[in-house]
């Protein structure tokens, strides 16, 4: 299709827009290599506006690139709770340590990707801003602003349209600024070029976009949309053990599917979704050890991503065997304790914990 204005021809507009518009955001503010680590790691699948929320207490805490190194990494999972995908959390802590045992930081998009956690996006993000690389960054704002810019009729996702959105975000990259360029693109996405509502008269690039300049064309028809997955129902059966010492608490492995790395009730999948309380039982025994007694409990339906849970929420009783005081790791894997309410507080969880123990009365067990 005809493009009626280069991308090169559109860089300054869009440079000059984003001076202009660009939102107050506070790692804007910074220009600490640590504290812009910390926010490109947080913005990789979390909304601006919650990362804003949760930004400043979490350098709070950890203030410098050595105090994140130094850390135990469940609390930098504690300071994470609220914004979710927890193993974002722990690759950070990863690469801190990485980090703080080096003479120099990166000075490329390649050096930054050799770190845990640093994508793509994430590499092309820190090197234009750091290093003054250019090198574009694609993420859903900026693959959705492109897309449209190309009136492209393939996925994002597909080789050949990602190969051809990457060459035009780098030709929009200004080579004196590329990090705000990169900024500039992907704040279009968010203010002007959304989703349901784009607003094309605002928009810096809608003199070369031709989604918006070609009759018969819908902005809102790109970019071309993908086979989505089919959701899946997964059944399972949650136990709420309670004793003096506190609440019995399970920390997923790192590499489950849903809940990675975070402190759940022990919890077991059902195949069919109406098991008996018994048979529940016997389940949570060859996964967590222990003799268990289950009553009948209510339940609770949660989504995580394409998944729709149906979770049985029951008090329960456990009785370890001769000699211990939690049940082994068995086939569930993670860790398993005790732990008071208030230091439930403090660990790396989910909605979902809240939503089951809100589901079932207080219960003390033997």
């Known amino acids: 299709m005809l493009q009626l204005v280069s991308p090169e021809r559109l860089s300054e507009g869009l440079l000059d827009w984003f001076d202009r518009w660009r939102r107050d955001l506070p790692w ?36 410098t690139l050595d105090a994140l190194a130094g850390a135990a990494v469940e609390q930098v999972e504690a300071a994470w709770s609220g914004l979710g995908y927890y193993r974002r959390a722990r690759n950070l802590h990863r690469a801190a340590r990485v980090l703080a045992r080096r003479t120099e930081l990166p000075g490329s998009a390649a050096e930054w990707s050799e770190l845990p956690g640093v994508g793509p996006y994430t590499s092309a993000m820190l090197a234009s801003r750091l290093d003054g690389e250019c090198v574009p960054v694609l993420d859903g704002n900026v693959e959705r602003v492109l897309s449209r810019f190309l009136a492209s009729s393939l996925p994002p996702g597909r080789a050949e349209a990602r190969r051809n959105l990457l060459a035009t975000a780098a030709r929009l990259l200004d080579p004196e600024r590329p990090g705000d360029s990169n900024q500039a693109l992907m704040e279009v996405g968010s203010l002007v070029c959304r989703r349901q509502r784009p607003n094309c008269g605002a928009c810096p690039l809608s003199p070369g976009c031709a989604a918006f300049s070609t009759a018969g064309l819908d902005p809102r028809d790109y ?91 029951a008090v329960a009783h456990w009785r370890p065997g001769p000699g211990l005081e939690a049940p082994g790791p068995g086939s569930a894997g993670g860790e398993l304790g005790w732990f008071a309410p208030e230091e439930i507080d403090e660990l790396p969880t989910s909605s979902l914990l809240r939503k089951s123990l809100a589901s079932i009365p207080i219960h003390s067990g033997p």
Do not use: N
Not at 36 to 52: C, D, K, S
């Open 28 to 63: 804007r503010r910074s220009e600490d290599p640590y504290e812009i680590l910390v926010a490109e790691v947080m913005l990789q699948q979390t909304r601006g506006e919650v990362v804003a929320s949760r930004y400043p207490g979490f350098l709070e805490t950890f203030p």
């Open 223 to 313: 970019p071309a949309r993908p086979r989505r997955r089919a959701r899946e129902t997964v059944h399972c059966f949650t136990a709420v053990v309670r004793r003096d010492v506190g609440l019995l608490l399970h920390r997923r492995p790192g590499d489950a599917e849903w809940l990675a790395g975070r402190w759940h009730l022990p919890t077991v999948e059902l195949g069919r979704g109406d098991e008996s309380a018994g048979e529940a039982a016997t389940l949570l025994g060859e996964a967590f050890g222990g003799d268990w007694k289950c009553e009948d409990g209510a339940v609770v339906r949660h989504a995580i991503t394409y998944r729709d849970f149906f979770v049985r929420v």
